[in-house]
């Protein structure tokens, strides 16, 4: 158009699919003027229109875009009504996939996976199903409560009859250096053993350690999957396990055949972790586990 001509043909073929971006530059874009007319439309080999924007004088950037294929030949139709001027032309295909919940504002309780809106998983739902007896607490497997309602003032949970026991040690006093176990005031340096256990019986989350009744060491988490975002040699994972489920950043964990991962953003439900893998090589794998 800068010789006069009316129509100018160009030919792009991008290689892979992906959203195709067009930009088109009029005339002198630190000038911003140009007195050109007209307009320029993009088609396929079989003259199917993909898009068209009107050229304006003084306008001089256009960006057009549309879903292209891969090694499909697209012909751009530049075509002056009145004026000349020079042009350029830039472009671009992006071929990583769009994150489907990008524009997506889900209501508090839920989250968005794969475009649509669903609910937060119930705490007491662990994936993948607990076995045998075990129970699912906050999201983890754990072994049946003996007394799940607790005990009254003055009684203990006894695990071997499953119920709520007189505690022999209610309101006890034993003098210095000594502890009650059983009804009975011991060397608190007494070491422990079968025959003598913690009294009163350790309750939910704590074990029996040397006659002391400690906090039980926290085992991994199952997780699953929600979302899978590629970050070119990384991804990043969205799992369903988050802060309540006491899950924190810095965190390790890994998914089985793949590889390991680490904790980088927790949110209430969820949390936000990066594996140092293309998100092909996650192939079909659905879960992962967090380590504690």
Not at 36 to 39: P, S
Not at 81 to 92: D, H, M, P, Q, T
């Given at each position: 158009?800068?010789?006069?001509?009316?129509?100018d043909?160009?030919?792009?073929t991008p290689i892979e699919?992906?959203?195709?971006?067009?930009?088109?530059?009029?005339?002198?874009?630190?000038?911003?003027?140009?007195g050109?007319?007209?307009?320029v439309?993009?088609?396929?080999?079989?003259?199917?229109?993909y898009?068209?924007?009107?050229?304006?004088?003084?306008?001089?950037?256009?960006?057009?875009?549309?879903?292209?294929?891969?090694?499909?030949?697209?012909?751009?139709?530049?075509?002056g009504?009145?004026?000349?001027?020079?042009?350029?032309?830039?472009?671009?295909?992006?071929?990583?996939p769009?994150?489907?919940?990008?524009?997506v504002r889900?209501?508090t309780?839920?989250?968005?996976?794969?475009g649509?809106?669903?609910?937060?998983?119930?705490?007491?739902?662990?994936?993948?199903p607990?076995k045998?007896?075990?129970?699912?607490?906050?999201?983890?497997?754990?072994?049946p409560?003996?007394?799940?309602?607790?005990?009254?003032?003055?009684?203990?949970?006894?695990?071997?009859?499953?119920?709520?026991?007189?505690?022999?040690?209610?309101?006890?006093?034993?003098?210095?250096?000594?502890?009650?176990?059983?009804?009975?005031?011991?060397?608190?340096?007494?070491?422990?053993?079968?025959?003598?256990?913690?009294?009163?019986?350790?309750?939910?989350?704590t074990?029996?350690?040397?006659?002391?009744?400690?906090?039980?060491?926290?085992?991994?988490i199952?997780?699953?999957?929600?979302?899978?975002?590629?970050?070119?040699?990384?991804?990043?994972?969205?799992?369903?396990?988050?802060?309540?489920?006491?899950?924190?950043?810095?965190?390790r964990?890994?998914?089985?055949?793949v590889?390991?991962?680490?904790?980088?953003?927790?949110f209430?439900?969820?949390?936000?972790?990066?594996?140092?893998?293309?998100?092909?090589?996650?192939?079909?794998?659905?879960?992962?586990v967090?380590?504690?």
């Open positions: 158009m800068g010789r006069g001509d009316l129509v043909w160009k030919t792009v699919s992906g959203r195709a971006e067009l930009i088109v530059r009029i005339g002198d874009p630190f000038k911003g003027k140009h050109l007319t007209g307009q439309t993009v088609y396929d080999i079989d003259a199917r229109e898009t068209r924007q009107p050229i304006e004088p003084n306008v001089v950037r256009y960006d057009l875009t549309w879903h292209a294929e891969g090694e499909t030949t697209y012909l751009i139709k530049l075509e009504i009145g004026g000349k001027s020079k042009y350029n032309l830039e472009f671009r295909v992006d071929a990583s769009s994150n489907p919940c990008a524009n889900c209501a309780g839920s989250y968005c996976e794969n649509r809106c669903v609910a937060e998983m119930d705490d007491n739902v662990c994936d993948p607990c045998g007896s075990a129970q699912c607490r906050n999201g983890r497997c754990e072994a409560l003996s007394c799940p309602r607790g005990c009254k003032a003055g009684q203990v949970c006894s695990s071997k009859l499953g119920r709520c026991v007189k505690d022999a040690c209610h309101k006890k006093r034993c003098p210095s250096g000594e502890v009650c176990r059983g009804g009975v005031c011991r060397p608190r340096s007494a070491p422990s053993g079968p025959s003598l256990p913690c009294q009163p019986e350790c309750g939910e989350g074990i029996c350690k040397r006659g002391k009744c400690v906090v039980a060491p926290l085992g991994p199952a997780a699953k999957i929600v979302q899978a975002v590629p970050r070119g040699a990384q991804t990043n994972l969205i799992l369903n396990k988050g802060k309540r489920h006491k899950v924190k950043v810095g965190q964990g890994s998914v089985k055949g590889g390991s991962f680490k904790i980088i953003e927790v209430e439900f969820r949390c936000k972790a990066v594996i140092s893998k293309p998100a092909t090589a996650l192939g079909n794998a659905k879960t992962g967090i380590y504690r």
